[in-house]
């Protein structure tokens, strides 16, 4: 089934021509259901019809003959889209695009992000028989979606990926393995680029056996996720994955999958997709414990040969994330990004 079916809409938050107090047009916020034949029939069976945030800049409704880029955005682990979109959601993105793209930082764009929290808490954007095949739903399913019901520039130099944390991993992922769809990238404070190694002992030993969601704290429900993108199994119900350890010992054939994921490994088998890019740029806090393995990345990325910006700042991996979105994100997207 490749046509892709539009649910309906659970929510539209109509902040166009309602004026802010200093005057300023906001954009729009919609948030649908989009359906993506690369999520059914997943064997956790996640949801199919995830919720997607679409913000449309200010001049969206008053320009009908206008087309915009996009930015495809992606939020970190145990996030949501509700959590970056809204004017109650933590991240308060549709607030700081408006203050951004009335000012003049940044040009209009639409900003997409959809919900990747599962049983989990996080997809880890990767293609898997357990979760989803999300890359496919995002880099076909979701930008198919986009460019049919919005006023698009349907080209891959009008599209971005931006992402924190889990999304930043999505977007190098993504970045490297769809450069038919996506021309640029920034990635914030990323995870999972080389450090994680599986490790074994008795609490590995006590993850094999669990048997049910209410024997998962938040420690092995991280491991459990990147286990299920990074290691299906469909024959191992009742969560259809390989743990990396069997008798709370490593076993190198499921290690092997952990660490063939992550963009470390990748990179030099994708670097061709990377030069394909028109801008990279990677970002970590001065003070986030991944500044190490984001920084190794980059030193590989200038290796190969790879442009890009390395940038650092005050901050960890939890704070700034806002602010940087919007002083430093969407000015690049606004630089990079096909307008016309």
Not at 28 to 44: D, I, K, W
Not at 125 to 154: C, F, K, M, Q
Not at 253 to 280: C, D, W
Request: proline fraction near 6%.
């Amino acid at each position: 089934m490749n046509r892709i079916v539009s649910y309906l809409t659970t929510m539209v938050l109509c902040l166009a021509a309602a004026a802010s107090v200093s005057g300023q047009v906001s954009g729009t916020l919609e948030r649908v259901n989009v359906f993506g034949p690369s999520l059914a029939g997943n064997l956790l069976d996640q949801p199919d019809a995830p919720e997607v945030s679409v913000y449309l800049p200010p001049g969206y409704a008053a320009n009908p003959d206008r087309r915009y880029p996009v930015v495809y955005v992606l939020h970190g682990y145990s996030g949501t889209d509700a959590g970056w979109f809204g004017n109650d959601s933590r991240m308060k993105a549709n607030l700081t695009a408006d203050n951004v793209m009335g000012e003049g930082t940044s040009e209009e764009m639409i900003l997409v992000m959809p919900n990747c929290n599962n049983m989990f808490n996080g997809c880890m954007y990767v293609n898997s028989a357990a979760t989803g095949y999300w890359e496919d739903y995002i880099a076909d399913d979701l930008v198919g979606y986009i460019d049919s019901h919005y006023r698009t520039i349907p080209d891959r130099m009008a599209r971005g990926l931006a992402g924190h944390s889990m999304g930043g991993y999505g977007v190098l992922l993504i970045g490297m393995r769809r450069p038919d769809v996506f021309s640029a990238l920034y990635a914030m404070s990323s995870c999972c680029l080389n450090e994680y190694a599986p490790q074994g002992g008795e609490r590995a030993l006590a993850m094999e056996q669990i048997k049910t969601m209410d024997d998962l704290d938040r420690g092995a429900l991280r491991t459990f996720a990147v286990t299920a993108a990074w290691s299906p199994n469909p024959d191992k119900p009742p969560f259809y994955l390989d743990l990396p350890t069997r008798d709370g010992k490593i076993v190198p054939e499921y290690a092997a999958r952990f660490a063939a994921n992550s963009p470390q490994a990748m990179l030099p088998s994708h670097v061709g997709s990377l030069l394909k890019m028109t801008a990279i740029t990677m970002e970590v806090g001065e003070q986030d414990g991944l500044i190490t393995a984001n920084r190794t990345l980059s030193d590989t990325m200038t290796r190969y040969g790879i442009a890009h910006d390395f940038l650092t700042y005050e901050g960890d991996h939890g704070n700034r994330i806002a602010e940087r979105f919007g002083t430093h994100a969407l000015p690049f997207f606004s630089q990079h990004l096909r307008r016309h």
